[in-house]
């Protein structure tokens, strides 16, 4: 899973990012671009994601992560009912296998959900406890309160965040193991290139996610695994269980220091530091950066729908070591507020394109791709202000130094001695003094 370090990811939630085959539209499907529900369906599918693979190579993207495309109940698809199957909606496995060769071609990586904590109150073997209640096979792969089982006014069994229709799976079971790991080998040998897990630390079984790592490992080291953390990633970072872990941390730093003008970049830099001890330098690398997701405000909406701070945020995202990551729409400055607001259908309409933005992410991805240091060098603070930080990229090969000032009027940043080139204009400048314009992030070389 080395190839993470390289890596610039863009996620795709299917039913929204571009409908590719409309004769597999489920009943009620609305018009592209409608309002979202947490109900509704826009028909997206995978025909539409391997019909757009060429909007992602353009904008620098080598991998790519799909919420779950299994056989599902609802729009976001984590109410899995049969982990074998891709969902009617989105196309087949022939389809699917298209879309993992197509990407393959255009040096795009896939990585798909692994939803294990809960299914779909669909999935055959829950159905099997609703209808026979304990002379049921499966009854032991839920926690069931009592019988019978009930979902109203509230359900008597285990769920996932008291959502009735997200039974929880008891996965201390080896019959639900097995379930469960032979989806996994199956679309492990499927050409794909990773795994992120779903809400892993809801389960509390670390020898689950150890027994995982063993079988997706056996069947191709390459193969990277990423856990959904919110708080600090040590436990998944340890390279027993995942590899790495989505960097929510760092995201609430970075959005910190760019929309709450009391958290300077001193706070920023303690910010960093603190993620630093919490993973590690082995892993660092190997964490997915992020801005925003399906379960998030969008990043432009987060800045206030100020163009100027969304790009600065994107540069400094960029700038950190790990792989970044580009939630559908956001190259273009899409808005949205949380869940469901955040799942809007994506915009292929130009004319609504914000072209700066996308320019911008490309540039950044350009740069990611043409210097060493960008995509494998270590990190550090070199200067924090009230409304500046200057941090260094090192690797053997090259330094970068990266100095982002967030305030209202010009900086002069000391961000060493002798002479650098902007890696942007190619413009030479003297790193004693570099003029850093406000809500500009520069990219510098020494000599």
């Not at 002379?135 to 965040?161: G, H, I, K, M």
């Not at 790009?311 to 949205?336: H, N, Q, T």
Request: glycine residues 10%.
């Amino acid at each position: 899973m080395d190839w993470v370090r390289d890596a610039v990811f863009y996620q795709i939630f299917p039913d929204r990012f571009a409908n590719g085959d409309p004769s597999l539209d489920p009943p009620g499907v609305e018009p592209w671009g409608g309002p979202p529900t947490r109900t509704n369906f826009f028909g997206g599918d995978l025909a539409g994601v391997r019909g757009r693979l060429g909007h992602l190579r353009d904008l620098g993207v080598t991998a790519l992560y799909l919420t779950p495309i299994f056989t599902a109940g609802t729009n976001h698809r984590y109410d899995t009912i049969d982990y074998f199957g891709i969902d009617p909606a989105l196309g087949d496995e022939e389809t699917f296998a298209g879309l993992v060769e197509d990407a393959h071609a255009h040096d795009i990586r896939v990585v798909l959900d692994a939803v294990f904590h809960h299914c779909g109150d669909g999935h055959p073997a829950f159905r099997d406890v609703v209808e026979k209640g304990a002379a049921s096979p499966y009854v032991n792969w839920f926690s069931v309160q009592e019988f019978p089982v009930r979902a109203d006014p509230e359900p008597n069994y285990l769920t996932c965040s008291g959502c009735a229709y997200l039974p929880k799976l008891n996965v201390c079971n080896p019959e639900v193991r097995d379930h469960l790991f032979a989806a996994v080998e199956k679309w492990s040998r499927t050409g794909i290139d990773g795994w992120r897990l779903d809400v892993p630390y809801m389960m509390e079984n670390l020898p689950f996610w150890r027994q995982f790592r063993r079988l997706v490992k056996g069947i191709d080291e390459d193969l990277y695994i990423v856990a959904e953390v919110w708080e600090a990633a040590t436990d998944w970072t340890r390279g027993d269980t995942s590899d790495g872990a989505m960097n929510y941390r760092l995201r609430d730093a970075i959005l910190g220091f760019v929309t709450d003008h009391r958290l300077g970049g001193e706070w920023l830099a303690a910010e960093l530091g603190a993620i630093d001890r919490e993973i590690g330098p082995e892993a660092k690398g190997l964490m997915l950066n992020l801005l925003g997701s399906h379960d998030t405000e969008r990043v432009r909406t987060r800045c206030g729908g100020e163009p100027e701070a969304t790009r600065f945020a994107f540069g400094l995202l960029m700038a950190a070591e790990g792989a970044p990551m580009i939630y559908y729409g956001d190259e273009v400055g899409m808005r949205g507020f949380n869940d469901p607001d955040c799942r809007r259908c994506m915009t292929w309409s130009e004319k609504d394109w914000d072209h700066e933005q996308l320019a911008w992410l490309k540039t950044l991805t350009r740069l990611r791709r043409d210097h060493v240091a960008l995509r494998r060098g270590s990190e550090s603070t070199v200067l924090a202000g009230e409304n500046v930080i200057v941090r260094a990229r090192v690797h053997p090969d090259e330094t970068v130094l990266v100095l982002a000032n967030r305030g209202n009027a010009a900086e002069t940043l000391p961000a060493g001695t002798g002479t650098g080139r902007d890696l942007i204009t190619g413009e030479q400048v003297k790193l004693g003094a570099v003029s850093v314009r406000p809500w500009e992030v520069r990219f510098v070389r020494p000599d």
